[in-house]
T-cell receptor
Framework: NAGVTQTPKFQVLKTGQSMTLQCAQD?????MSWYRQDPGMGLRLIHY???????DQGEVPNGYNVSRSTTEDFPLRLLSAAPSQTSVYFC?????????????????FGNGTRLTVT | DAKTTQPNSMESNEEEPVHLPCNHS???????IHWYRQLPSQGPEYVIH???SNVNNRMASLAIAEDRKSSTLILHRATLRDAAVYYC????????????FGQGTELSVKP
């Protein structure tokens, strides 16, 4: 298994440009999520999904869109990039346990996408 | 959202045990306690999780207080590779299992 794969690893955007950060997992995990991490800070939850067709907002959703059309993929879209969105972005996924619950399973993280908006 | 409180930083000597504390006084009966760590320039890595009983795995042990309002991550013999930020997080039953990270404890290990 490749685990959680994020692309690209690095990206530079100009203010106002749009782009999509890709996240794919091959573990058949139902739960997927996006975090951002700013220098010297912890991770903040942007959006998450508990299954295909279902998404919900996290702590800092403004400026980001997500969709979940398949179990494997959970792309994060920046509609109009701003310098405040300069950050490292992490995608993470987890499975449901035998009781069909998420909270008894670990999160698997990707290696991150480092985004700079100038 | 359920919150945890951890010291900002701790120091340890190599090959000695390390006890990383976490307070979670607002924990509910169905919330799981998760620990992750993040090495410099890497994504977070799962360490251990538990509900009520103490847990052991190849990386660490998790000691959970009887009232569940606190827990301790135990690294039995710290190595230089254990220097990282350690996050104690509650994974909450009624929030779709989402994980909200706090600031974590930065662990430094001295040779």
């Amino acid at each position: 298994n490749a685990g959680v794969t994020q692309t690209p690893k690095f990206q530079v955007l100009k203010t106002g440009q749009s782009m999509t950060l890709q996240c794919a997992q091959d573990m058949n995990h139902e739960y997927m999520s996006w975090y951002r991490q700013d220098p010297g800070m912890g991770l903040r939850l942007i959006h998450y999904s508990v299954g295909a067709g279902i998404t919900d907002q996290g702590e800092v959703p403004n400026g980001y869109n997500v969709s979940r059309s398949t179990t494997e993929d959970f792309p994060l879209r920046l509609l109009s990039a701003a310098p405040s969105q300069t950050s490292v972005y992490f995608c993470a996924s987890s499975y449901k346990d035998r009781g069909r619950r998420f909270f008894n399973s670990p999160l698997h993280f990707g290696n991150g996408t480092r985004l700079t908006v100038t | 959202d359920a919150k945890t409180t951890q010291p900002n930083s701790m120091e340890s000597n190599e090959e000695e045990p390390v006890h990383l504390p976490c307070n979670h006084s607002t924990i509910s009966g169905t919330d799981y306690i998760h620990w992750y760590r993040q090495l410099p320039s890497q994504g977070p890595e799962y360490v251990i999780h538990g509900l009520t009983s103490n847990v052991n795995n190849r990386m660490a042990s998790l000691a959970i207080a009887e009232d569940r309002k606190s827990s301790t991550l135990i690294l039995h013999r710290a190595t230089l590779r254990d220097a990282a930020v350690y996050y104690c997080i509650l994974r909450v039953y009624n929030q779709g299992g989402k994980l909200i990270f706090g600031q974590g404890t930065e662990l430094s290990v001295k040779p």
